[in-house]
């Protein structure tokens, strides 16, 4: 994903391969966050709306991640992903 900054930082740089499905999210003035979600894992409810979201509602992985002036999310969609979809916040 170093290619990012080529195609000058889309919001949502989203890329496959045979396993896996990665969403990086890199929206201005947000937190960023990795979405890995493994193809054998797809069909799990979490993961269809994360990939709905994706397609129909991109503004909803902003809004999960906006920050408040004091570094707090504001607004978060909660998305459990303990049984779902795993996810980082980018370092």
């Not at 397609?55 to 909660?78: D, I, W, Y």
Request: with cysteine; hydrophobic share 35%.
């Amino acid at each position: 994903m170093q290619y990012r900054e080529t195609l000058e930082n889309p919001p949502l740089l989203v890329v496959c391969d045979m396993d896996r499905i990665i969403i990086d999210t890199n929206f201005t003035a947000t937190a960023s966050k990795i979405y890995n979600i493994p193809l054998s894992e797809l069909d799990t409810p979490c993961n269809i709306e994360i990939m709905r979201w994706l397609f129909h509602e991109p503004l909803k992985f902003r809004n999960s991640n906006e920050r408040s002036g004091r570094g707090e999310l504001r607004n978060p969609v909660r998305v459990s992903t303990e049984k779902c979809v795993a996810y980082q916040e980018r370092q």
